[in-house]
């Protein structure tokens, strides 16, 4: 138990006829980084809100550091330990960034005389120790992303929520986002991150989750979910009639053109599928081992379900 | 709080207006004993014509006051909510009870320091201008802050399930109502009609601001006023603008009941709102 951050058993959500959340069962230890992938409208912010009780299940109980979400009070509680980033990142504009997190150092009840070490820390982990005293209005959208992920941090949560934390931000600013997110489980915090920029999950996380249309439809760690027994082949000269008697063989390649891959060849078959193509009059000219990437399995997942 | 207001300019429009307000009235006042031509008038008829345009103005401030609480109350809430800016604070450990109440708080603080003030100011002027001081000045202050506190409790209501545009307009409407509702009734009375009185009187409980407001003008009457209203005709309890007699104890438990009620219900609404 103390080793979980998160738990979920059916969670579910519906919104009138739309079921938003199909019965969502997941367990994130902590000191880990979990990865919510899936399109648009699958779920992902709808499981947040719910984790975080700004909104209410219509099935299913769910545990985030010990609280169980349908105890109100002690789920209060533990918020206090929890770090959020909404994917709608607003702060009141006539407030300077200084004041935003001086407001979040009271309602996350950090001690006065911490707030200004806390608040000088957040600003420089994400870059915005220069602009701390000007107003929010005038912060550009990658700006305030930056501000809020400042607010996510403050006070050194032990579980911090991303909900899309780079959706705004340039590649710089996306790379430093990976780096703070490393760093925080360098420190044993816990970090739950929702996205659909798959390159960057790719890049971070130990674990992740594919939803869509509420329901999860893969999870595992990145080595379980990628496939890495497939091989690129670039050849010419194959026929329809030779890739049909090459599937017979056991080797049934996708793709179409010159690039193709074959999907379950490894280790010793490598050469048994070289020597295969070449005998259907196929001439080869590259081969390679390849993990396929996690944008490759999304979309597959995507297809199959 | 307060420093939104500032931040965001309405301390500064308010000011602007309210300063401008009093001016002109103050102005108005100081002309009074000249309505009498060449002689000017003697110091009971000053008295008596002073009196009732205070109360006419405390009837500006009071609308003024009323909008204001309206229109600051209905998007507290729902602004935030729609911009997204609720969704990081209300995942900290703070409860929407708080939330709520915390939004009630600091604009009725607000709301007060600008009633009060603006009064004081109004009232500081027109003696002043013209040497007259209603007879209870804190009393009515007292109603005026009430009729306040009651639309901005429905505001902060409305503010919790519509958009502030939909709260603002509702409110004001409301308001509007519970003023004719208050005439309704007076004359519902003054001719002994029971359902047209039954009416008014409905409205009044249903929004208790006329009520109130009814309170604030009988505090701003001169002793002469009064003891002249046993000779007025049947239909002068309708007038809005005079008062026989203060509001019953009653009626002032029932509008800070409403007031606890509403607010009560605003703190339940938003706690099963989703966000």
């Known amino acids: 138990m103390a080793d979980v951050a998160i738990e979920t058993v059916d969670l579910a959500k519906r919104y009138g006829r739309i079921q938003a959340l199909a019965g969502l069962s997941m367990r994130v230890e902590r000191g880990s980084i979990f990865g919510f992938l899936g399109p648009n409208g699958a779920g992902k912010t709808t499981a947040v809100k719910l984790l975080l009780g700004l909104a209410r299940p219509s099935a299913g109980e769910a545990v985030v550091l010990g609280a169980p979400i349908s105890d109100e009070r002690a789920h209060r509680e533990a918020r206090a330990r929890v770090g959020y980033l909404p994917e709608l990142f607003r702060y009141p504009g006539w407030l300077t960034a200084r004041e935003v997190l001086a407001a979040h150092c009271a309602l996350a009840r950090v001690e006065r005389d911490r707030w200004d070490g806390e608040i000088r820390e957040v600003l420089t982990t994400v870059g915005l120790s220069e602009r701390a005293g000007d107003r929010v209005q005038g912060f550009s959208k990658g700006m305030q992303q930056r501000l809020g992920l400042a607010v996510a941090l403050l006070a050194a949560p032990e579980l911090v929520v991303l909900d899309e934390p780079t959706s705004a931000l340039d590649p710089v600013g996306r790379r430093d986002v990976r780096e703070i997110v490393r760093a925080l489980r360098a420190r044993g915090t816990t970090v739950f991150l929702n996205s659909h920029l798959l390159s960057e999950v790719e890049q971070v996380c130990d674990r992740v989750a594919v939803v869509d249309q509420g329901a999860v439809i893969a999870m595992g760690t990145l080595a379980e979910l990628l496939r890495t027994d497939s091989v690129r082949v670039r050849a010419t000269g194959l026929t329809a009639e030779a890739r049909a008697s090459l599937a017979r063989e056991g080797f049934a390649l996708e793709g179409d053109g010159e690039r193709l891959v074959a999907p379950g060849v490894s280790g010793d078959r490598i050469p048994l599928l070289v020597e295969a193509l070449v005998r259907v009059g196929g001439r080869m000219y590259a081969v390679e081992p390849v993990q396929e990437t996690l944008e490759q399995r999304f979309l597959a997942l995507l297809k199959e379900h | ?275």
């Open chain 2, 1 to 275: 709080m307060l420093r939104e207001a500032v931040r965001r300019r309405l301390v500064l429009a308010i000011a602007v207006l309210t300063l401008a307000a009093v001016a002109l009235t103050g102005w108005g006042f100081a002309r009074i004993p000249e309505l009498g031509g060449r002689e000017p008038l003697p110091a009971q008829q000053v008295t008596l014509i002073a009196s009732q345009l205070t109360i006419l103005v405390a009837f500006m401030f009071s609308f003024v006051l009323a909008l204001s609480a309206v229109f600051v109350a209905s998007p507290a809430v729902s602004g935030e909510t729609e911009s997204g800016i609720a969704l990081a604070v209300l995942a900290r450990p703070i409860s929407r009870t708080e939330y709520v109440l915390g939004k009630w708080i600091g604009l009725s603080a607000l709301l007060f320091v600008y009633a009060a003030g603006a009064i004081a100011l109004e009232l500081v002027v027109i003696r002043l201008a013209v040497g007259y001081t209603p007879p209870a000045p804190l009393v009515a202050l007292g109603f005026l802050y009430g009729e306040t506190l009651v639309l901005l409790t429905l505001g902060l209501l409305l503010s919790t399930r519509v958009s502030g545009m939909v709260g603002g307009v509702v409110g004001l409407v409301l308001f509007g109502l519970a003023w004719m509702g208050g005439i309704v009734g007076g004359i519902g009375a003054a001719f002994d009609n029971a359902t047209i009185t039954h009416v008014g009187t409905a409205t009044k409980l249903l929004v208790p601001t006329d009520g109130l407001w009814r309170g604030a003008v009988y505090a701003l009457e001169p002793a002469a006023v009064l003891a002249g209203a046993s000779g007025l005709p049947a239909g002068a309890a309708a007038n809005p603008f005079f008062a026989p007699a203060p509001p019953p104890w009653t009626f002032m438990a029932w509008a800070a009941a409403w007031i606890v009620l509403v607010l009560a219900a605003a703190v339940w609404s938003f706690r099963s709102r989703e966000i």
